[in-house]
T-cell receptor
Framework: GAGVSQSPSNKVTEKGKDVELRCDPISGHTALYWYRQSLGQGLEFLIYFQGNSAPDKSGLPSDRFSAERTGGSVSTLTIQRTQQEDSAVYLC??????????????FGSGTRLTVV | AQRVTQPEKLLSVFKGAPVELKCNYSYSGSPELFWYVQYSRQRLQLLLRHISRESIKGFTADLNKGETSFHLKKPFAQEEDSAMYYCALSEGRGSTLGRLYFGRGTQLTVWP
């Protein structure tokens, strides 16, 4: 597609429920990243997919968080048993693997998650 | 360890005044540095890259390896510059990792 697409744009969920956030990267971008943006915390790295390699999951805050990327394209971030502290904007970005230095990331518009 | 530090959460200046958003980094190799900007209700987007030594919207940033800084500057701020600014670091071209490390951001407000 023309840009990075994320859905839903807003999600309100009850504490304890599971949520799935979707990211559709730019076609041809082999690298995909998930970040979390919250007030006072800036951009917190969550997970990074690089082609067919094992993802870098070092930023996932707990085992309630998981992500997958199917067919090297669309990615889904799943948060199980949501807690109020999970409320944030979840940003997805993609890049050409060897293009980060030259071109940086292209970000999606994010999913605003509110856990009530 | 925090690789990128932006010491100011908030910064306010009047229109026409110079503005400098500070960014310091911690990395022993040869990093590449970036500034990203997020205007109200818009996506986070790349503003400028150290590697291209460009000036975008009047902003420039110089990499100072001695001081490990990459401060963003503009001589005459405009109201439309009001936004959240993030400094980011890549571990460089030789790295197989594409990950960017972001600072916590500085919210710039330019008053009329």
């Amino acid at each position: 597609g023309a840009g990075v697409s994320q859905s839903p744009s807003n999600k309100v969920t009850e504490k304890g429920k599971d949520v799935e956030l979707r990211c559709d990267p730019i076609s041809g971008h082999t690298a995909l990243y998930w970040y979390r943006q919250s007030l006072g915390q800036g951009l917190e790295f969550l997970i990074y997919f690089q082609g067919n390699s094992a993802p870098d999951k070092s930023g996932l805050p707990s085992d309630r968080f998981s992500a997958e990327r199917t067919g090297g394209s669309v990615s889904t971030l799943t948060i199980q048993r949501t807690q109020q502290e999970d409320s944030a904007v979840y940003l997805c970005a993609s890049s050409l693997l060897w293009g980060v230095v030259d071109y940086g990331y292209t970000f999606g518009s994010g999913t605003r998650l509110t856990v009530v | 360890a925090q690789r990128v530090t932006q010491p100011e959460k908030l910064l306010s200046v009047f229109k026409g005044a110079p503005v400098e958003l500070k960014c310091n980094y911690s990395y022993s190799g040869s990093p590449e540095l970036f500034w990203y900007v997020q205007y109200s209700r818009q996506r986070l987007q790349l503003l400028l890259r150290h590697i291209s030594r460009e000036s975008i919207k009047g902003f420039t940033a110089d990499l100072n390896k001695g001081e490990t800084s990459f401060h963003l500057k503009k001589p005459f701020a405009q109201e439309e510059d009001s936004a959240m600014y993030y400094c980011a670091l890549s571990e460089g071209r030789g790295s197989t990792l594409g990950r960017l490390y972001f600072g916590r951001g500085t919210q710039l407000t330019v008053w009329p």
